[in-house]
């Protein structure tokens, strides 16, 4: 592992309204990337989609999500949809900066313990 890629501290927590403009601009880099690197069209066609997206995530007590925070900031993502008996994941989002940390593992761990809880 490079010292680029070495794990760092996480801290997983309750996402919040307040979070959603952080963790949009995330969600429509890391989708664009994505989508650039292999010539997909964009999933999402601008940061306001995004962020409106994660905004109503984040506050509907339907959906369960957690943010991560690497040094203070926020790294990324994950969403639980729990409006029915099969929950849904997603999206999962991770600053292209800081890919390949363990950060992606570490969201879908928490939702996955939630749903196990559920």
Same mark, same amino acid.
């Given at each position: 592992?490079? !010292?680029?890629?070495?794990?760092?501290?996480?801290? @997983?927590? /309750?996402a919040? !309204?307040? +979070?959603?403009?952080?963790?949009?601009?995330?969600?429509? +880099? =890391?989708?664009?990337? $994505?989508? &650039? =690197?292999? %010539?997909?069209? !964009? +999933?999402?066609? #601008?940061?306001?989609?995004?962020?409106? $997206? &994660?905004?109503?995530?984040?506050?509907?007590?339907?959906?369960?999500?957690? *943010?991560? #925070? $690497?040094?203070?900031?926020i790294?990324?993502? %994950?969403c &639980?949809?729990?409006?029915?008996?099969i929950?849904? *994941?997603?999206? @999962?989002?991770?600053?292209? %900066? *800081?890919? %390949?940390?363990?950060?992606? /593992?570490? $969201?879908? /761990? =928490?939702?996955?313990?939630?749903?196990? #809880? /559920?």
């Amino acid at each position: 592992m490079t !010292p680029h890629q070495q794990k760092s501290t996480v801290t @997983i927590r /309750r996402a919040k !309204p307040a +979070d959603a403009p952080a963790c949009g601009q995330i969600c429509y +880099d =890391a989708f664009t990337s $994505l989508n &650039l =690197a292999y %010539n997909f069209p !964009p +999933d999402l066609p #601008e940061v306001g989609a995004a962020v409106g $997206l &994660l905004s109503m995530m984040f506050s509907h007590p339907g959906f369960y999500c957690v *943010v991560a #925070e $690497l040094h203070g900031f926020i790294a990324g993502s %994950n969403c &639980l949809d729990e409006r029915s008996a099969i929950a849904g *994941v997603g999206p @999962i989002t991770i600053d292209p %900066n *800081v890919q %390949n940390r363990g950060i992606g /593992r570490d $969201l879908m /761990r =928490a939702v996955m313990d939630r749903s196990r #809880e /559920r």
